[in-house]
């Protein structure tokens, strides 16, 4: 145990001399302009950080700002970007008090509710920096926060942040030649005469606009210059960017620009100061056109995969790589939209584990090397051999690239380029890759947006639709809906699936005019209309016209078209009528196929008075019945009577024995012009088919005892003879109270299925009956319900044409 005690003591000790190595060959580097960075990248290596930042004194000395960072996004730890000097925050307490200052998650909690530092499941240490330099804060994951040897490590990176406060810019006229200061409120901007003559500017002349600058930049390069001249909102650091501005005669001119973003003080802007020098001087335009030609194409791309396959067009075969990956950045994650190739094989088997859905994801805090290039927001390039995390490692053995996009104020996503040999990165491919970036940024947003509303549209549609089709005896339903790709605007088309008594269904498809809120609002409707006349026990002729007077009393601008099927499960028969709508495509078990020709009436909302006359279609076990909207067999310029045609062709060759893949393969060219609803049944036959009878009981003083009879009879000759005296007690209680308290017509139906005997008597009241609460002793009548319920398994009410049906079931021989 000792032994194991000594050796990771020596192991924590080696981890210190290494980290003071590694320090010490940064130190050495002074002309290094990211050597803040890699100071503070060995917090990360060394000490266990996941975040590490080095805070200054503004230049009026009361805010801490960040001047540096490295480690994963700080806004996932809510910290700022400055702190009052004076406050209470740890950065503040241990600047002014010159010595460390830890919190864990119960400070921070309490911290948090004081509004000084955000609260979560980590631990936060603040270390002061010396001669005035500020403050080292880092942060730790880790269940139990910073080790002993983990704070010294950090002590270490203290020491070697040599950084003071910038000093304030020099005046326009001592600026170095090719340096400029730019003022992020206003878009003033001071420039050396060097500058303004890579510009071709006089300095007399020049307004000190930065509009005048980009005015003479390529058009193509305007969206990732802008990402960085208006990139206040981004984290404070470096910026570096190669850009192209016009001359008046020849090729245009490779410019590159490196600054840095310097937070502002009171009353005073951030700003943006640096150098611009000439680069390069390109005379080959393949890539010039190369970029264009992606312009056009982004500028046409609607969605986030469009973005994608433009990207990969661009760039995978011009630069020889061997596969590029596209993903967005949603919050914290990465969401690949576009892996090239597709083939799981081509990728590394650790991504094959990790993005292992269709939209697959990870965290960005996974990948530290790619959480850095996204914060600092441009292009990073590492040869072969470079010491990078896995996940990115063999990405890219031969040479990786990575291309944060980045889109007005923030990161849209990242582009990973990567090539299995070793590959030589030239001048030309990395001016390449920051062009594309800005367009594929702006781009992917634009996209992003349209992709969202257009599932915002998609839900709100699909809302209104059925979550679920009903399971049938003897028959199997699937539907399918597509909404349009055209536009953002809600459709009208719908579809259901309605379980009538008596093993009946009604299958109903309809329209409603135009794409719009009204549209589908108009659509909920109809669609709840035509189940409550459904249910109701309508025939179907009465249920469509019943919603069309319906919806002419609503005085909508709006008419709607409808096609309704009422199929009888047990006969294999059915009654279909058409209000404007397309008729049913009928497959047969031969593989014939049919378009129904059923006589139709005028669209609902049309006419007042108007009749729809019902169709009758035989269904032999094995057909398939088939309703569909005019999206899937109308396109502009082509037919509608040839698009069903072909619907009926692509039916015929079809396996009815999956209905779903018959669905997916009918919407496999769909032209998402318009929306589409398909709606398919497959009619099998039921096994088992119930027996019926059905009795008009006569208003006369003998009516419950020939009733009874009728029901003895009948049990008789279905062979029950069990539990017949329980079956017709409880037809003279249902008869009696019919007879009692209603008037009008009276019927009863006895229907048996298996052991199952279902008693059901309709009246001409819509009033169902009352389960009594208590009754007592001299009361004259309220038992017949309780002495029902207490006979049958389960009993209830349904609404039928005018009335109500009392039904009640009884499991025969229990």
């Not at 008009?696 to 029950?720: C, D, E, I, K, Y």
Request: charged fraction near 25%.
């Amino acid at each position: 145990m000792a032994n194991v005690v000594s050796q990771g003591a020596q192991e924590r000790g080696t981890r210190t001399l290494r980290a003071e190595g590694a320090l010490k060959a940064i130190a050495v580097d002074h002309e290094s302009p990211d050597r803040l960075r890699r100071i503070l990248e060995q917090a990360l290596v060394f000490a266990g950080a996941a975040f590490a930042a080095v805070y200054a004194p503004s230049e009026d000395g009361e805010l801490l700002c960040l001047m540096e960072s490295a480690g994963v996004p700080r806004t996932l730890y809510g910290l700022r970007d400055s702190y009052p000097r004076a406050g209470r925050s740890p950065v503040a307490e241990a600047h002014r008090g010159g010595r460390p200052v830890s919190l864990g998650p119960a400070e921070l909690a309490e911290h948090a509710q004081a509004r000084r530092v955000p609260s979560g499941g980590f631990f936060l240490t603040a270390l002061p920096v010396q001669e005035d330099g500020g403050c080292l804060l880092a942060v730790s994951e880790h269940p139990e926060g910073f080790a002993a040897d983990d704070l010294r490590c950090l002590e270490l990176v203290s020491g070697a942040v040599a950084f003071t406060a910038p000093a304030a810019p020099a005046e326009a006229g001592d600026l170095p030649p090719s340096a400029f200061s730019l003022a992020m409120d206003t878009g003033r901007v001071r420039v050396g005469d060097d500058l303004l003559d890579l510009f071709g500017l006089d300095p007399v002349e020049f307004d000190g606009r930065i509009e005048t600058l980009l005015s003479l930049t390529v058009p193509e390069d305007l969206p990732s210059l802008m990402s960085v001249v208006e990139a206040d909102h981004m984290s404070i650091g470096d910026r570096e960017l190669e850009f192209r501005v016009l001359q008046p005669a020849g090729p245009p001119k490779w410019l590159r620009l490196r600054g840095r973003l310097l937070p502002g003080g009171e009353g005073r802007p951030a700003r943006l100061v640096g150098t611009v020098v000439d680069v390069s001087l390109r005379s080959d335009v393949t890539d010039v056109a190369r970029v264009q030609r992606l312009a056009a194409a982004l500028a046409t791309a609607v969605t986030v995969r469009d973005v994608g396959k433009a990207v990969v067009a661009a760039l995978r075969m011009p630069l020889r790589a061997d596969r590029i990956a596209l993903a967005e950045l949603e919050s914290d994650r990465l969401v690949v939209t576009v892996l090239d190739p597709p083939e799981p094989e081509a990728w590394p088997e650790l991504w094959r584990s990790e993005w292992r859905t269709e939209w697959p994801d990870a965290p960005v805090r996974a990948m530290p090397t790619l959480a850095a290039a996204l914060r600092e927001g441009r292009a990073r390039i590492w040869p072969a051999g470079s010491p990078l995390e896995r996940a990115l490692a063999e990405v890219g053995p031969g040479g990786l690239a990575v291309l944060p996009l980045p889109a007005g104020n923030r990161m849209a996503g990242v582009c990973l380029i990567g090539w299995d040999t070793p590959h030589d990165f030239g001048t030309d491919e990395r001016a390449l890759l920051t062009a594309c970036a800005g367009l594929a940024g702006q781009a992917l947003v634009r996209a992003r947006a349209f992709d969202a509303e257009h599932e915002l549209v998609g839900m709100l549609q699909r809302q209104l639709l059925p979550r679920s089709l009903p399971r049938l005896p003897g028959a199997e339903a699937v539907a399918r809906y597509l909404p349009s790709t055209a536009g953002l605007e809600l459709g009208g088309d719908w579809y259901d699936v309605i379980p009538l008594p008596d093993n009946h269904v009604a299958l109903v498809i309809g329209d409603v005019q135009g794409h719009s809120a009204g549209a589908a609002t108009l659509m909920g409707q109809m669609r709840t209309a035509l189940r409550a006349y459904a249910v109701e026990g309508h025939p179907p002729d009465v249920v469509v016209a019943h919603a069309n007077r319906l919806l002419m009393d609503m005085e909508s601008d709006l008419f709607a078209t409808c096609c309704y099927v009422d199929v009888d499960l047990e006969e294999g028969a059915a009654w279909c009528v058409r209000a404007g709508h397309l008729p049913p495509v009928l497959r047969y078990p031969d593989g014939r196929t049919e378009i129904a020709e059923a006589e139709g009436g005028p669209p609902l909302g049309v006419v007042t008075r108007a009749d729809f006359p019902m169709s009758p279609l035989r269904l032999p076990p094995g057909t398939v019945i088939a309703l569909v909207t005019d999206g899937l067999v109308e396109t502009p310029g082509s037919d509608i009577d040839d698009g069903m045609e072909h619907l009926a062709e692509r039916l015929a060759d079809a396996t009815p024995a999956d209905l779903g893949l018959v669905a997916d393969a009918l919407l496999g060219d769909a032209p998402r012009s318009d929306d589409v609803a398909l709606l398919l049944l497959r009619y099998d036959g039921m096994e088992l088919r119930p027996l019926r009878e059905g009795w008009t009981v006569w208003r006369v003083p003998q009516a419950v005892g020939h009733a009874r009879r009728f029901a003895r009879r009948t049990l008789r000759s279905w062979g029950v003879t069990v539990d017949q005296d329980a079956a017709l007690l409880v037809v003279s209680e249902l008869v009696t109270n019919a007879l009692v308290h209603t008037d009008g017509q009276v019927r009863m139906d006895l229907t048996l299925v298996n052991n199952r005997l279902r008693i059901a008597v309709a009246d001409a009241s819509p009033r169902s009956p009352v389960r009594p609460t208590s009754i007592g002793w001299e009361a004259t009548g309220g038992r017949g319900i309780l002495l029902v319920e207490a006979l049958t398994a389960t009993w209830g009410t349904l609404p039928v044409s005018g009335g109500k049906q009392v039904w009640a079931e009884l499991t025969l021989g229990r």
